[in-house]
Nanobody, 120 residues
Framework: QVQLVESGGGLVQPGGSLRLSCAAS????????MKWYRQAPGKQRELVAT???????TYADSVKGRVTISRDNAKNTVYLQMNSLKPEDTAVYYC??????????????WGQGTQVTVSS
């Protein structure tokens, strides 16, 4: 059993910053790729950023230069630092992870989501 729990969302003014966290817990042997997605009302879920176990990162063009994904492997936690936020960044943000369990089985897990609202 694995849980991903996001935190750090909230209401922020345009130009502001937020740091999202996602902590994985349970019968974890290792975590490979960790990702952040977002879904705005009426839109499809989109991939925001990816980080591998080795620390390689990729970003969506819409957030490049404003967002930084990082992870703490000792804490099984991934972060999303978001700066210069815009109203169009408003969405529910979800973390996602490819996890190898202590049983050595592998699966993909989602968090429950955290709301980010950018508004004045």
């Amino acid at each position: 059993q694995v849980q991903l729990v996001e935190s750090g969302g909230g209401l922020v003014q345009p130009g502001g910053s937020l740091r999202l966290s996602c902590a994985a817990s349970g019968s974890i042997f290792s975590i490979n790729v960790m990702k952040w997605y977002r879904q705005a009302p009426g839109k499809q879920r989109e991939l925001v950023a990816t980080i591998t176990s080795g620390g390689s990162t990729t970003y969506a063009d819409s957030v490049k230069g404003r967002v930084t994904i990082s992870r703490d492997n000792a804490k099984n936690t991934v972060y999303l630092q978001m700066n210069s936020l815009k109203p169009e960044d408003t969405a529910v943000y979800y973390c996602n992870a490819d996890i190898t369990l202590t049983s050595r089985s592998q699966s993909n897990y989602w968090g429950q989501g955290t709301q980010v609202t950018v508004s004045s």
